[in-house]
């Protein structure tokens, strides 16, 4: 079992940035691939971003790719997302996750545990 919780979403004008953070509970943190979605009302949970055990290896989905920047501090059992240039269609509940294994991925079946989730609002 791994526990995740993520944390830094609050409300934000279009144009900020925000950090938010993962941290997981286990102390084999670097067997995992980290990953995160999210997920607006009335629509499909989206992949943003993803990340290697190690952190050489991302992959962004296009809708954010240059604006946010996922990142790892397997010392501190940490996942980051850095986002910049926010808009309001990025308002949503943000879910962090992890999967065993080496292999990256962005389809959220892949991936076994999940946080809580965390509210980003942006207004315009």
């Known amino acids: 079992q791994v526990w995740l919780v993520e944390s830094g979403g609050r409300s934000v004008q279009a144009g900020g940035s925000l950090r938010l953070s993962c941290a997981a509970s286990?102390?084999?943190?670097?067997?995992?691939?980290m990953g995160w979605f999210r997920q607006a009302p009335g629509k499909e949970r989206e992949f943003l971003a993803t990340?290697?055990?190690?952190?050489?290896?991302?992959k962004y989905a296009d809708s954010v790719k240059g604006r946010f920047t996922i990142s790892r501090d397997n010392a501190k059992n940490t996942v980051y997302l850095q986002m910049n240039s926010l808009k309001p269609e990025d308002t949503a509940v943000y879910y962090c996750?992890?999967?065993?294994?080496?292999?990256?991925?962005?389809?959220?079946?892949?991936?076994?545990?999940w946080g809580q989730g965390t509210q980003v609002t942006v207004s315009s």
């Open positions: 286990r102390r084999t943190f670097t067997n995992y691939v």
């Open positions: 990340i290697s055990a190690s952190g050489d290896i991302t």
């Open positions: 996750a992890c999967k065993a294994g080496t292999t990256i991925s962005s389809r959220a079946s892949r991936y076994s545990y």
